[in-house]
């Protein structure tokens, strides 16, 4: 649910882990996704945080050029760093690990990006396939790229399936909503939960006024 509190207890911990092994280069990969996953998502939106991820990323690589979870981070690092997408998937390309359902998701999530909806599917049913219990693979990837293609019915599947596995994903029920209100002209009372607001993200409040047509 992208709580700041979790990744900044993460960041931690990777940083101990480096502390007692400055050669483990798995955690340089894994404390890179964190910085980017911070800035990207906004907790902490300076060019410092994206100069950390990169230096984790490049840490990495040194200590293990062939690790695909190294290949993993740059190529984060190009998405979420510097939005070229061309050469994350490059990267991703080099990292290979065909069984990964967090490689098929980001790779879904960069032609999200690019416009090549036929791809972001494709990388949707696959992730799903291989990780059937990750929550925000159905709300995220799944949920929110059905809804920006206006394939409504599958979107509430996907955010129904996201909210089975995780009934305190917030957004996804916010998501769901937003989804009946572009299909149906109302929020309607299938998306249960509207009123649990994400902490971290009041604006949402605002949003059901809209959907709701209350000016």
Request: hydrophobic share 45%.
């Amino acid at each position: 649910g992208w709580i700041q509190q979790n990744w900044e207890s993460a960041q931690q911990l990777f940083e101990r882990a480096l502390a007692l092994d400055p050669e483990f280069g798995v955690a340089y990969a894994a404390l890179s996704e964190v910085h980017g996953r911070m800035h990207w998502f906004r907790r902490d939106f300076t060019q410092a945080r994206v100069e950390a991820q990169r230096e984790a990323a490049e840490a990495a690589l040194r200590v293990d050029p062939g690790s695909p979870e190294a290949h993993m981070a740059m190529g984060l690092w190009h998405y979420w760093g510097r939005r070229d997408y061309a050469a994350a998937i490059a990267e991703f390309d080099i990292a290979g690990l065909p069984n990964d359902a967090w490689l098929a998701s980001v790779i879904g999530f960069v032609h999200r990006r690019m416009g090549n909806w036929e791809a972001v599917h494709a990388a949707f049913e696959r992730a799903a396939e291989l990780d059937p219990r990750a929550a925000e693979v159905f709300h995220d990837l799944g949920g929110d790229s059905y809804l920006t293609t206006r394939r409504f019915a599958d979107a509430v599947q996907a955010y129904n399936r996201a909210l089975e596995l995780a009934p305190d994903l917030e957004i996804a029920a916010l998501r769901k909503g937003q989804t009946y209100a572009l299909w149906r002209g109302s929020l309607g009372t299938p998306p249960a939960g509207l009123t649990r607001l994400p902490r971290e993200e009041p604006s949402w409040a605002l949003q059901l006024f809209l959907w709701e047509g209350n000016a």
